[in-house]
């Protein structure tokens, strides 16, 4: 079945380390990517997009993720996490030319950040 | 604060009740969306409006309906549920227009329902 994987269910880190998340996904064709993130209490907000071109793309709040299509992929980084980034993260991809209007998510990536 | 906004923002009823969730999208989008997050699940999408018609509508059960006005409004009508549709039940919204659909989500708080 077609499937968007965050295996990170949670990942707790120390203020200033780095961080990656992974996204893969099983959809074969041309696909958008997005990274949510749910502050605790707050609504999800897209934090990044990918649509075309270079597939290093850079979010707010300095994070960046890279599309690398060979792996299906698209992990989420940031080279110095700060408490403030404790959340959930999603991962969510759009495949194109299915017709629908649909994005297929993740399960989410608890971020707990230790000050 | 998103532009979406939804009330209320907690219900809880019992399953004999008849209930509506409210979205408002203040971002002149044409489209929305109601999803359902459950814990430990990925978001499920329920429904789909594009300019005030249904396009989606992913095998949900017929105690949800949903019911869009015009393209600020959007309501999710709830009769007869059961427990296991205790979630929280989001709404979102996107530029999109006609068939061609801008991707870009934008989120309400969502509504925290409990049903009894």
Redesign the interface.
Same mark, same amino acid.
């Given at each position: 079945a077609q499937s968007?994987s965050q295996h990170n269910h949670h990942v707790i880190l120390s203020e200033a380390a780095s961080l990656e998340l992974g996204c893969n996904y099983s959809y074969g064709g041309t696909v958008?990517l /997005?990274w949510?993130v749910q502050y605790p209490g707050?609504?999800?907000?897209?934090l990044l997009?990918y649509?075309s071109g270079d597939p290093l793309v850079k979010g707010i709040k300095g994070f960046e993720a890279e599309f690398i299509k060979s792996k299906f992929s698209f992990n989420l980084r940031k080279p110095s996490v700060q408490w403030s980034d404790t959340a959930e993260y /999603?991962c969510?991809v759009?495949v194109l030319g299915t017709g629908?209007?649909?994005?297929?998510?993740?399960?989410?990536t608890r971020l707990t950040v230790i000050p | 604060e998103t532009g979406v906004t939804q009330t209320p923002r907690h219900l809880v009823m019992g399953m004999t009740n008849k209930k509506s969730l409210k979205c408002e999208q203040h971002l002149g989008h044409n489209a929305m969306y109601w999803y359902k997050q459950s814990a430990k699940k990925p978001l499920e999408l329920m429904f789909v409006y594009s300019l005030e018609e249904r396009v989606e509508n992913n095998s949900v059960p017929s105690r949800f309906s949903p019911e869009c006005p015009n393209s600020s409004h959007l309501f999710l009508h709830l009769h007869t549920l059961q427990p296991e549709d205790s979630a929280l039940y989001l709404c979102a919204s996107s530029p999109g227009s006609g068939g061609a659909f801008i991707d870009t989500q934008y989120f309400g708080p969502g509504t925290r329902l409990t049903v009894l």
């Amino acid at each position: 079945a077609q499937s968007v994987s965050q295996h990170n269910h949670h990942v707790i880190l120390s203020e200033a380390a780095s961080l990656e998340l992974g996204c893969n996904y099983s959809y074969g064709g041309t696909v958008n990517l /997005f990274w949510y993130v749910q502050y605790p209490g707050q609504h999800l907000q897209l934090l990044l997009k990918y649509f075309s071109g270079d597939p290093l793309v850079k979010g707010i709040k300095g994070f960046e993720a890279e599309f690398i299509k060979s792996k299906f992929s698209f992990n989420l980084r940031k080279p110095s996490v700060q408490w403030s980034d404790t959340a959930e993260y /999603f991962c969510a991809v759009k495949v194109l030319g299915t017709g629908a209007n649909n994005l297929f998510f993740g399960t989410g990536t608890r971020l707990t950040v230790i000050p | 604060e998103t532009g979406v906004t939804q009330t209320p923002r907690h219900l809880v009823m019992g399953m004999t009740n008849k209930k509506s969730l409210k979205c408002e999208q203040h971002l002149g989008h044409n489209a929305m969306y109601w999803y359902k997050q459950s814990a430990k699940k990925p978001l499920e999408l329920m429904f789909v409006y594009s300019l005030e018609e249904r396009v989606e509508n992913n095998s949900v059960p017929s105690r949800f309906s949903p019911e869009c006005p015009n393209s600020s409004h959007l309501f999710l009508h709830l009769h007869t549920l059961q427990p296991e549709d205790s979630a929280l039940y989001l709404c979102a919204s996107s530029p999109g227009s006609g068939g061609a659909f801008i991707d870009t989500q934008y989120f309400g708080p969502g509504t925290r329902l409990t049903v009894l």
